[in-house]
């Protein structure tokens, strides 16, 4: 559910082009209303690598979604993108969106709070999973 009454899916689109590289894979997040509409397609930065494409919803319109290394921040209600961080490291996830507006997201290595595209902060050292209490558990090795 996006929170607003429809649903946001992420959306691989692959086009065979002639000449060129056999497939080029692009991918989305597609916002379609309660009567089925695509509102917009919001275009997630190309990366090559094993992903681990994850969404959530913040608050005030705020959702976030993760391709590759980077953490994209997007208004729900129109698709615009309002920040993106780059994690310089590959694979990271978005745990859960938080009260300040920023989120969780694990990399490889750590647990960071991201609050913009400038301002993270590394939590702790290991990996991390919020349950639907909102609790944090984790290990450090």
């Not at 002639?18 to 080029?24: A, G, I, L």
């Not at 729900?76 to 590959?90: I, Q, Y």
Request: net charge negative; aromatic share 8%; with cysteine.
């Amino acid at each position: 559910p996006d929170g607003l009454g429809g649903i946001l899916l992420s959306v691989g689109w692959v086009s065979i082009i002639p000449h060129t590289d056999p497939q080029r894979l692009d991918e989305f997040v597609y916002r379609v209303d309660e009567e089925g509409k695509v509102v917009y397609k919001l275009l997630l930065p190309r990366y090559d690598g094993r992903l681990r494409d994850e969404m959530v919803l913040g608050q005030d319109g705020l959702g976030f979604a993760t391709r590759g290394g980077i953490l994209i921040a997007f208004n729900v209600a129109d698709g615009s993108e309002m920040w993106r961080w780059d994690s310089r490291t590959p694979g990271i996830e978005v745990l859960t969106a938080l009260a300040n507006g920023g989120c969780l997201v694990q990399t490889p290595t750590a647990l960071v709070e991201v609050d913009n595209a400038l301002e993270s902060k590394e939590i702790l050292k290991g990996k991390a999973m919020v349950n639907w209490l909102g609790q944090i558990f984790y290990t450090d090795n």
